[in-house]
């Protein structure tokens, strides 16, 4: 179906997520707290055959795009909390194993992955595995 427009309408404003989206096919992509005009707007232009982004997601992009050049930290943008799960889910850990060493309920910890899977612009828990692990390997042993 070549004619078919698909417009994301998600909960993610990550530069990852968009970019994800749009080679994945969409036309279109907007962050689920817009405004019921805003979204019908949004369809209609889809729909017609122009391409929508959300402005904050488009921004992200831009910002990531120019600076591929520097030298940045790829946790800079993560808690201390969510860089400790990390390094614990590069461990291969299981929720119920986090949740013991973090002192939290295992369903906070399901929360908390869910969390920074998103922030990460991953899908699954063995993604920011491998992440991490080349990102200790490029920093030498004793992490990141």
């Given at each position: 179906?070549?004619?078919?427009?698909?417009?994301?309408?998600?909960?993610?404003?990550?530069d990852e997520a968009m970019l994800d989206a749009i080679l994945a096919g969409?036309?279109?992509?907007?962050?689920?707290?817009?405004?019921?005009?805003?979204?019908?707007?949004?369809?209609?232009?889809?729909?017609?055959?122009?391409?929508?982004?959300?402005?904050?997601?488009?921004?992200?992009?831009?910002?990531?795009?120019?600076?591929?050049?520097?030298?940045?930290?790829?946790?800079?943008?993560?808690?201390?909390?969510?860089?400790?799960?990390?390094?614990?889910?590069?461990?291969?850990?299981?929720?119920?194993?986090i949740a013991a060493r973090m002192f939290l309920a295992e369903k906070t910890?399901?929360?908390?992955?869910?969390?920074?899977?998103?922030?990460?612009?991953?899908?699954?828990?063995?993604?920011?595995?491998?992440?991490?692990?080349?990102?200790?390997?490029?920093?030498?042993?004793?992490?990141?």
């Open positions: 179906m070549p004619d078919l427009r698909c417009l994301m309408l998600t909960s993610f404003t990550s969409a036309s279109g992509y907007v962050v689920k707290d817009i405004k019921g005009m805003e979204l019908a707007r949004a369809i209609k232009e889809v729909g017609s055959g122009r391409s929508l982004l959300d402005n904050r997601a488009a921004a992200a992009l831009m910002a990531k795009l120019r600076g591929e050049g520097e030298r940045t930290d790829p946790l800079s943008g993560l808690t201390d909390q969510e860089r400790v799960l990390l390094d614990l889910l590069g461990e291969g850990l299981t929720n119920k194993q910890v399901k929360n908390y992955v869910s969390r920074l899977l998103a922030k990460l612009g991953m899908e699954r828990r063995t993604q920011a595995a491998v992440f991490i692990s080349k990102l200790d390997r490029g920093h030498g042993a004793g992490g990141a």
